[in-house]
């Protein structure tokens, strides 16, 4: 009888023990909170959302924590910080909203040394800061935060760079469901980005600064080329026959230098017998047309509609000579059309 009971208390304490392995526990001690009521939000699974009820800004959270598993507590409005958990540890955070104190261990502490180093970060080297912290350890999921806080939720978010520093980190990290997620999210941007053109402004060689104003209700050939570039010279050369073949009609030819020193434009834009307008803002393969449209490799060019619409990609010769021709009748046909419309509607007047 002694022996079975022995055994039953040794089972008891196996399985106590290997629940307390499998589970992760937050513990909080948070002054000035908005409200008791905690909100917790997982990556996984479908995103499920959970509360915490803090008593005087103490509180404890323990989940069951077979795999790494990532959640997130809103703290205030603007406040949101992410947990790392991992089965068998825990975490403690103090402080306020703003200012957490945390200590724990693995991306836990990594995100406690995140915290400290913004926190010491001027202003104006903030995001120089946070693209040191994101490139020197790529392999930390405390990146995801970063990714989100400073880039993500910008008013204005650079998709681009969000990639380059995404493709940056580990394939862990890359295939979290936010990121996949993310990732999804930025190619349909990136498309959609591309479809149109809503900002040109670039300087010609006399310092003058073209914009939309000086191109309205015109079909622009925006041809990117570089004086170190041979191919894109030579691609160049080629538009002489396409302005003349559409100098009766609503089109403009704009070249755009990808150029980094200023002299060597202006001797290669010398040379150049061509008439149309040369711009460059001396920011090579930084331009943000460049980027926003993803131009990896030159010649490369875009035909953009009045609308700013970008209708056709890397067209020469023939083809473009045809296309403009065809988009310009088009437009006379719609203008018609809408004509007729008009004078329709007013005879029922």
Same mark, same amino acid.
């Given at each position: 009888m002694k022996k079975l009971s022995f055994l039953?208390?040794?089972l008891i304490l196996l399985l106590t023990g290997c629940s307390k392995k499998s589970t992760f526990t937050l513990k909080g001690n948070i002054?000035?909170?908005?409200s008791d009521t905690i909100?917790?939000?997982y990556q996984e699974p479908n995103y499920k959302l959970d509360t915490i009820i803090a008593q005087n800004g103490k509180f404890s959270y323990t989940i069951n924590s077979d795999t790494f598993t990532i959640f997130s507590l809103l703290l205030s409005d603007k406040e949101v910080l992410p947990v790392f958990a991992n089965k068998g540890e825990s975490v403690t955070w103090n402080g306020t909203p703003g200012d957490i104190q945390i200590k724990g261990k693995g991306d836990n502490e990594r995100m406690a040394y995140i915290l400290q180093a913004i926190k010491k970060t001027k202003a104006d080297s903030l995001m120089f800061t946070v693209d040191r912290l994101i490139k020197e350890n790529p392999h930390s999921f405390a990146n995801i935060y970063l990714i989100e806080q400073y880039y993500v939720q910008d008013s204005l978010p650079d998709y681009s760079r969000i990639d380059e520093l995404i493709q940056g980190l580990s394939g862990s990290i890359k295939d979290t469901?936010?990121?996949?997620? !993310?990732? =999804?999210?930025l190619k349909e941007k990136k498309e959609l980005n591309r479809q149109s053109l809503h900002t040109i402004s670039c300087t010609d060689k006399n310092g003058k600064t073209i914009g939309w104003k000086e191109m309205k209700d015109k079909y622009i050939l925006l041809d990117f080329w570089a004086s170190w570039d041979k191919a894109s010279m030579a691609a160049q050369d080629s538009l002489v026959n396409v302005q003349k073949a559409l100098k009766k009609e609503k089109?403009?030819?704009v070249s755009l230098s990808l150029d980094l020193d200023k002299k060597e434009w !202006?001797? =290669?834009c010398d040379k150049d017998t061509t008439r149309w307008k040369q711009v460059c803002d001396f920011k090579g393969w930084d331009n943000s047309i460049v980027k926003q449209q993803g131009i990896t490799r030159l010649p490369a060019n875009l035909l953009i509609a009045p609308n700013k619409r970008v209708v056709a990609r890397d067209i020469r010769g023939k083809a473009l000579i045809d296309k403009v021709k065809q988009l310009i009748e088009q437009d006379k046909e719609k203008e018609k059309a809408a004509k007729a419309a008009e004078r329709a509607r007013k005879?029922?007047?």
């Open positions: 039953f208390l040794a002054s000035s909170l908005s909100l917790v939000f469901p936010y990121m996949i997620d !993310l990732q =999804a999210k089109f403009l030819i !202006l001797k =290669a005879k029922k007047k």
